[in-house]
T-cell receptor, first 115, second 112 residues
């Protein structure tokens, strides 16, 4: 089946540094990818929609200069958390639309801890 | 039983019993609905989906019911097993190309 590979699975970084999270579609081309954030015991909140070859669309309240999204190819989207702060600590999950028939598939998530 | 409060709603069922997890969705224009299972520290795993032109769809041990009149979705799991213990989310979208909006989630605990 369609697989989205997300790396790293966890990362610890110092406050003020930047962290990049990668999301790759392994056996299909993903023109659209979605980035979610999930705090403990809460639901997934959509941060942005990433479109290959164009600028990402951010949800209201999400700082686009802080959460940089790049979708330079049909198989790779990246989320960079810039100048990370402890409040950015969360579980970040990417998702890709596989097709009209198969819907969406999700990455395994990245646990970010900012210390 | 169910509990709602500051924590994730929790449904406790005995192994072998049937589970019913409910979800109220908000957008009357939504026409695509999905149930996901999420285990601790992992991404959501697809369980079953349904389009708005249907009111019931069955999979292996799972059934999704859709009531568009009251904007309600339910997931029924037959013969619940310990491996079913997880958090379950419903998600709604408009078509299969749009972004998804996730519900608050329900934790299913299967007791032996």
């Amino acid at each position: 089946g369609a697989v989205v590979s997300q790396h790293p699975s966890w990362v610890i970084c110092k406050s003020g540094t930047s962290v990049k999270i990668e999301c790759r579609s392994l056996d299909f081309q993903a023109t659209t990818m979605f980035w979610y954030r999930q705090f403990p015991k809460q639901s997934l909140m959509l941060m942005a929609t990433s479109n290959e070859g164009s600028k990402a669309t951010y949800e209201q309240g999400v700082e686009k200069d802080k959460f940089l999204i790049n979708h330079a190819s049909l198989t790779l989207s990246t989320l960079t958390v810039t100048s990370a702060h402890p409040e950015d600590s969360s579980f970040y999950i990417c998702s890709a639309r596989v097709s009209a028939l198969y819907g969406y598939t999700f990455g395994s998530g990245t646990r970010l801890t900012v210390v | 039983g169910e509990s709602v409060g500051l924590h994730l709603p929790t449904l406790s069922v005995q192994e072998g019993d049937n589970s019913i997890i409910n979800c109220a969705y908000s957008n009357s224009a939504s026409d695509y609905f999905i149930w996901y299972k999420q285990e601790s520290g992992k991404g959501p795993q697809f369980i079953i989906d349904i389009r708005s032109n249907m009111d019931k769809r069955q999979g292996q041990r799972v059934t999704v019911l859709l009531n568009k009149t009251v904007k309600h979705l339910s997931l029924q799991i037959a013969a619940t097993q310990p491996g079913d213990s997880a958090v379950y989310f419903c998600a709604e979208g408009t078509g299969t190309a749009s972004k998804l909006t996730f519900g608050t989630g329900t934790r299913l605990q299967v007791t032996l």
